[in-house]
């Protein structure tokens, strides 16, 4: 379903963090509305915990926000028709992977996934700290279709299954499905649920690829001054910061994604990517904007 071209009057962009401990200094939410006005961070200088973000998304958030995510919102599926193959209790489905990894992880602090990661099911599939490598992990890790898309585009993702190295996304992927599992009924969830006529919805997006539709380099989409923030949110139309030195790049990004989904939230092709399957959509999901 392709949403009306005026379904959205508020759009939010989050920046998320996997990261162990309460409060994350690499989560960042930032909301504007329709028009050219910049958008503003929720919260300046709060650090966030993820907590927090659940309940600002469950309680805050406006009935016609679109909520970019950035983090992985799935696994891996379809290339090898499991999240984990020869487990008898692989989710067959994407909501009932969130259960599953918000059930094994209940006694996890902060959101936290590390009770899933070492579950000895799970972690044949993975590729931990401390040169901890799954049978079945192999490579780069597993990808899911939206990421395979997302390489022929000339980006970069890396696999949900790799929890090493400066960037990887495993663990925000992890946590942020607790997250997904959490929410409720009002919000939908883009493409696992059907996308109602009213309500907020949130998506899974990737902060790059906004920053590339916004000119800037490939390899070089982190914004770490205002005068880069200010040119690009100029290329999507929004007005700019007109702040002046160093920000934040986690910052940066929901900024810069909050203003990208406003110009093209509304483009019906980026609702119906070609690959995407009703299959693919219950399973993987899809990445927002990659089509």
């Known amino acids: 379903m392709v949403p009306a071209p005026d379904r959205f009057g ?40 993820r907590m927090e973000v659940l309940d600002w998304l469950s309680s ?13 919102a799935s696994l891996p599926f ?10 008898v209790e692989s989710p067959h489905d994407a909501h009932a992977l969130w259960a599953l990894i918000d059930g094994i992880t209940a006694d996890d602090p902060h959101l936290s996934a590390s009770s899933f990661v070492d579950h000895p099911e799970v972690a044949r599939h993975l590729r931990r700290h401390g040169g901890r490598k799954g049978e079945h992990f ?12 997302q390489r022929e585009q000339g980006l970069n993702p890396y696999s949900n299954l790799n929890l090493v190295g400066a960037a990887q996304v495993g663990k925000s992927s992890l946590t942020g499905m607790r997250v997904l599992h959490r929410l ?18 949130v998506l899974e997006i990737y902060t790059s690829l906004a920053a590339v539709v916004a000119g800037r380099p490939k390899g070089r989409a982190k914004m770490r001054d205002h005068a880069a923030l200010d040119a690009a ?3 999507l139309g929004s007005e700019p910061t007109r702040g002046t030195g160093p920000i934040d790049d986690h910052k ?19 609702w119906t990517p070609r690959d995407m399957t009703p299959q693919i959509a219950a399973t993987e999901g899809w990445t927002f904007g990659i089509t």
Request: with cysteine; hydrophobic share 45%; aromatic share 8%.
């Open 10 to 49: 508020h759009f939010v962009g989050i920046d998320w963090s996997g990261a162990a401990g309460e409060r994350q200094r690499g989560i960042a939410v930032a909301i504007c509305a329709q028009g050219k006005a910049v958008p503003t961070l929720v919260r300046p200088g709060h650090v966030w915990s």
């Open 60 to 72: 805050e958030s406006p009935d016609d926000a679109i909520v970019g995510l950035d983090l992985g």
């Open 78 to 87: 379809a290339d090898m028709g499991a999240f984990f193959p020869g487990w």
């Open 138 to 149: 192999s490579g780069r890790g597993r990808l899911r279709l939206t990421e395979v898309r």
């Open 184 to 201: 409720p009924p009002r919000i939908a969830i883009w493409p696992f649920d059907t996308l109602p006529m009213a309500g907020p919805v």
């Open 233 to 235: 949110l100029t290329v």
């Open 252 to 270: 940066s990004d929901a900024i810069l994604t909050a203003a990208w989904l406003r110009r093209d939230a509304h483009r019906p092709e980026l």
